[in-house]
């Protein structure tokens, strides 16, 4: 028996068609445009690229894009000031400051200063602190993707063993606080677990973001579990992920491929966030 | 074989004359006396015992006690106020405001003034946000206490499979996060959790906070395995876990029992906490 493909593009296309229908209902209802203040700081061109493609997916669905491009050489001051300025502007919905910064920058003090109910990314203290206290705020994107393509795949987690391999701020922790407020018994694995495969056979849920090409095999997987694999590893024979695909689809019941799995929801769900902060921002819903 | 039964008692009392002797060196280096402002708002007699408590073992600690009692009708903007006052105040090392507050008043919002750099209970979001990034900041003192009962009973956490059942606010979710920051290969378990007794049996330190009397059994203990019980209930046979103690002795190698166990540390950490405050106030030392 060989998985079930979950279909990261599909899942992704309907939550951005989503946000995009929503997007005009809000408008028509309140007269307000949400929009989107991505900020990049140089010309590094990977990030122009992530940047492009956010600022492409904002106006498909809708938003406003209110991108700002700023010399490598701005001052910590001069970055700060803007993002200030954005903060108070009631034009713009969420504030996506692009990571990393040129050197000489300090990043996270600047990513410090978005206010929560801004922060689409959902990566300052502050919304991580609500997070973890399980208080309604904006939650980080891959994350809420990856709760996103469980239930569309209807995958029940209350009270499910769930095994998340990888204790990263940006997916890892992140990912594991979500699973527990959505009632999973939760075990959290990384490079000082011992005997890894056997801790992973024990889950229902397997969500591997440890960052280490084909680290989880068939041996580490339960017959029928659902595995989600959030890596990203570019090898002469195109992406891979974390799992070992070829040999884990004989023996999962649900398995993510690489690319098409987890990559296309942080999209979606960033421009969810965005709309989820428009709604904050005027009281007529909110994120939570 | 019988469980070594953790001292909480001892081990608290050798954080407290750690901290007292710490105190009296950091004032002869720089002056300064580390000082804890209680708040207690109206006349509740289970909140003034605590704070009676705290105060008594603040200057047993040689720190200023700067308590702050306020009537029971005082308005949710003077609360505030005096709170905002003690954070500007370079002679407050730590605000704890005792909670619950008053009908009326927002407890919440009066705890979300107090600033990181302040907060010795390390129950505000922004504390919390801290914690789950693994960045420096102040930790709650329940949670903090179970890992320097740990670490005093040399019990190995790296790579250590570990389980926290519960998972509240206040103990289960922030000492998780801590024994994750410890390299334990950690599951979180709660009420919807299958086979509770199956997964804490995995483990090879447990730590139980559930809020129910005797949860966790014989059957629910691995041979040898450390077991913190954080439980407390007024029974009247007298105080008890939520472990069955006699029971449970027999099979754990490591055994708190209740009271004498986590509870003492509760006040010993609150004092490591002003002390830390103090010293990163005055640049000389810090919380991490």
Redesign the interface.
Known sequence: MSAVIIDGKAVARRVRENVAREVAEFRDRTGIQPGLATVLVGDDPASAVYVGGKRRACVEAGMADLHQHLPADTSQEKVAALLDDLAADPAVSGILLQLPVPEGLDGAALVGRIPPGKDVDGL????????????PGLRPCTPSGIIELLDSYDVEL??T?TVVVG?S?LVG?PVA?LL?GR?A??????S???DLAA?CRGADVLVVAAGKQAIIGADAVKPGATVIDVGMHRTPQGLRGDVDFEAVREVAGKLTPVPGGVGPMTIAMLLRNTLLAAQAATGTDGPG
Chains 1, 2 share one sequence.
């Open positions: 300052t203290t502050a919304s991580v602190g609500l997070l973890a206290r399980g208080l209350s009270g063993p204790r701020e922790r606080a527990v009632n018994t939760l075990t959290i694995c990384h000082r677990t011992r801790v």
